[in-house]
């Protein structure tokens, strides 16, 4: 099977065009391409899903149903989210699809996104309120939905918890005009704690054996003749640990239920003796993991897979932090090289197939979300590369497979990130730039000394376990440790930063929301100097950044009782230790941060307030004030004024860069005052997916001359589109004049290069050049554009030709025709760099 | 009653027979897979679309 789907002369052809779609779809096995073709795309186009791809209607009424059943049972809490997990698994559809070789899906059927009725009644009014995704019979099943809905209300997990939380905070952050997502356990992005249970040394079932022995001594402990406080306190830890093993028992039981499936597949209707082999394999494999540690390359992935889809059942997950090369890759070492059971080329079917198991993945979203994340259901940035725990390189011929495997499939989701650090070899690297070369968007490449150091400075992680850090989300290291794995980022903690310099014009009030939400800064007319302008710019960003991180950490702090998650509770050693849930923050080192949407505009705005307002005189900060209030209308000469006679950031200009400097410095000062419920700090991590077009109408005109409406930049501390003029270098001069080590956590970067001039081997070496100057100057993150304008317009005019290309379009790839008119635009107008 | 057990599509578990899978054949727009269910073996099957008589 591992065979090309057709062999084509003119692949030849479509990659002298630079065509690499049509070049991969020649160019892959028949199976990968069949499986390729097969994914039901589900990440929204504008807001909506695709046509075909549905709500999945079977896990709410099977949540639904056993959540009725649990009401009268004495159970605690904990073990009733157990049981109701379980119950899911036990009876949701599974099925096989033709020629896959792993096998595990979030929903009940392929075109199916899973949905959880027990998260949030916000979400479930969504489901109703959104008829294309609505299952056939329409009427009959929004009758379904409407029943699920209504005994939900009051009962999902955000009902119960926003009654405990401060209201007035709340309702700002639920304004939508500061904050992005909700403060719960069971959404947001979860990590694990991969050296525990992906080092091929346990199973579930190994987990469930050292519960048990646990729960033995504990029960022991309890009734010997004394009394005292942790006595009293055992009980819940016994609860805890019960919860875990139905979880875990639960995850065997599935696996079983696809294994006997397979059985049945290749027993009963399948003729082909090959694809029957292939089956019992599949049946092999899911009788071996989760239940004990796989033995091989596809055991090793489809631990991986049940994982995901398992923890994806408890909550909702809108990342997928992972490093499945590290992981992974052994079990590649030994079946390629060792035991030569799997040729290269079948080895590449699997890495192919894992990437587009995970590129089906899907669970049903908010608007809001589905349009923050044009094109994807979540970020799934996928750490490659990077060093062990001892520091030393630990690329291997994994990461080589993946990176060709991503050339192959095109898949837009998931993405990687490479962390570079200086002994990756150049064969890597050449790998690292054909994926870019090839329009993929990704790998983005991360310094990875530069993020060791910073995972020590801000969160105190011993070296060893910063080393083995993965991204959270797009951007956020996080090491996979027992102490460091963070178990729940909940993406409340996204700040609208322009909504900072903003408020400085409006004393804190919103005028889109209608409310105060910020500082009642004094009126801004009144600041005699740029000081005390600067002065109520912290304290706009003290404010918003606080009402978003409290939030947070109540949540946190409410977490294990309210919103337990038993699933990946079991998953980790500090939970199966201590018998507490996986975000109690007591058992934890703390990793969080605040995202920092929309920043960049924060420095061009105080540096145009600066030059034109304090320095030169020309506008008084009133006629400043009445321009935006009027979305510049009537102040057309002066709004151009604040465009082009004003610095802006990425032009190694240092008038408006020690503007940013100055920012950063406050933030990372008051990122060390605020305190997450481990103890630890908030640093700010500059990115925006793509919250700078779904803020574009909630963030009102700005001193750099933007206009209500107007798409914000791009992200990160990426310059405007089309404002850095002065070359690559100074792009790289200016962003390496932040330390990325101690100003905040993490840096987005975007660049546009050019495909023409980085073909061939010259290419290479001038890419390579420009990553020299990147890495000297200590930049933390950079990711590419590299398809050219006439494609993308093209793409603009006709579609349909150009379903296959991919772009970046912040800290994520998608394809282009899923991604709204205006992203499109915004991504053609960013500045092509020429190098050399 | 006409019962899943009475089915093609019912394969029952060996330790228990009286519970098992319904496993069919589907093709959508993008894929064809086979799709299994868990069912009982006395559940009603007189209203199913899909039952086909099992060949004794
Ligand atoms: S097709 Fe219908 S009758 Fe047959 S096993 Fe499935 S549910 Fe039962």
Redesign the interface.
Known sequence: MAQPALKDTRVEEFEKKQEWWWAAEKRRSGRLD?LR????KKGAIGGLYAP?VKTDLEQAVLTTNMAKALEGSPDPYVVKSAKLFAHIL??K??????HAQLVGYTGS???TMNWNPSIASILNSEVFNDPISIPEPVDKNQAVIQEIVDYWAGKTDLDKMMPVFDMDDLMKMLSGSIGWGVPLARGGYSNKDYEYIMTGKRGFQDIIDELDKKMDEIDDAVHEPTANKEIAMMYDRLNNWEAMRIALEAGIRIAK?YA??AR??AE??EEDPKRKEELLKIAAACEQVPAHPPRNLQESFQYDIFIQMMSRTEAIEGAWPCRPDYYHGPYYDKDVHIDKTLTKEEALDLVGEFLIRAAEVCQFKPKWAREGLQGIDGTWVWTMGGVDEKGKDACNDLTIAFMQAARLVRVANPTFAFRWHPQVKDEVMREVFECIRHGLGYPSIRNDPILVSNAMHWHGHPIEEARLWVHQACMSPNPTTKHGYQPMRMANATANCAKIIEYVFTSGFDPVVNMQVGAETPDVSTFKNFEAFFDAWVLQMRTIFSILVRSVNRARLLAPTMTPRPFLSGLSERCIESGQDTCDPSIARGNAWITAFTWVENADSLAAVKKLVFDEGKYSLAELKDALAKNWNGYEDMRLDFVKNAPKWGNDDDDVDRIMLRCLDACAKFSKELKCPCGNNWPILPENVSGNIHYANIVGALPNGRRLGDALYDGGISPGPGLDKKGPTAVLKSCGKIDHVTQGRAFLLNQRLSPTQLAGEKGFQLWKAYMRTWADLGLDHVQFNMVDDATLRSAQKDPEKYQEVIVRVAGYSAHFVDISRKTQDNIIQRTVQGLG | MTTCQECKNFFPLEEDPNRGDCVQRVKDPRQAYYQAKPVNAEDDASACASFQKKQQ
């Open positions: 069949y073709k097969a994914i039901w075909g036990d009876n559809t599974i099925f096989i699809t033709d059927l392929p075109n239920r006997r499936l049945i597949m009963n209707f």
